[in-house]
Nanobody, 124 residues
Framework: QVQLVESGGALVQAGGSLRLSCAASGRTFSTYTMAWFRQAPGKEREFVAA????????YYADFVKGRFTISRDNAKNTAFLQMNSLKPEDTAVYYC?????????????????WGQGTQVTVSS
């Protein structure tokens, strides 16, 4: 079992930056692929980014390439999502997910474990 707790969501102006964190329980964090998804009001959940257990491989949705960066610190059991050049359309609840699966798979079907989400609101 893995428990995930997100933090870092806030209200920010367009063009600003935020760093989301996802703290994970357990002693096998480095074996899990980690990912971020988001869900805006009235829309389906969508993939944002993923990172392999070693951190060597990363995956991004086209709409965040060049603006968002996913990373992880296995010593601290934490994954991060650095978000720059935020746009109002980035407003959503952001969820952290984990799975003993590949980045391509987590991108397609989501994780086996999910956090409770953190709200990101970008004002114009």
């Amino acid at each position: 079992q893995v428990q995930l707790v997100e933090s870092g969501g806030a209200l920010v102006q367009a063009g600003g930056s935020l760093r989301l964190s996802c703290a994970a329980s357990g002693r096998t964090f480095s074996t899990y692929t980690m990912a971020w998804f988001r869900q805006a009001p009235g829309k389906e959940r969508e993939f944002v980014a993923a990172i392999s257990g070693t951190g060597r491989n990363t995956y991004y949705a086209d709409f965040v390439k060049g603006r968002f960066t996913i990373s992880r610190d296995n010593a601290k059991n934490t994954a991060f999502l650095q978000m720059n050049s935020l746009k109002p359309e980035d407003t959503a609840v952001y969820y952290c997910a984990a799975g003993l699966i590949t980045g391509a798979t987590i991108r397609e079907r989501g994780g086996d474990y999910w956090g409770q989400g953190t709200q990101v609101t970008v004002s114009s």
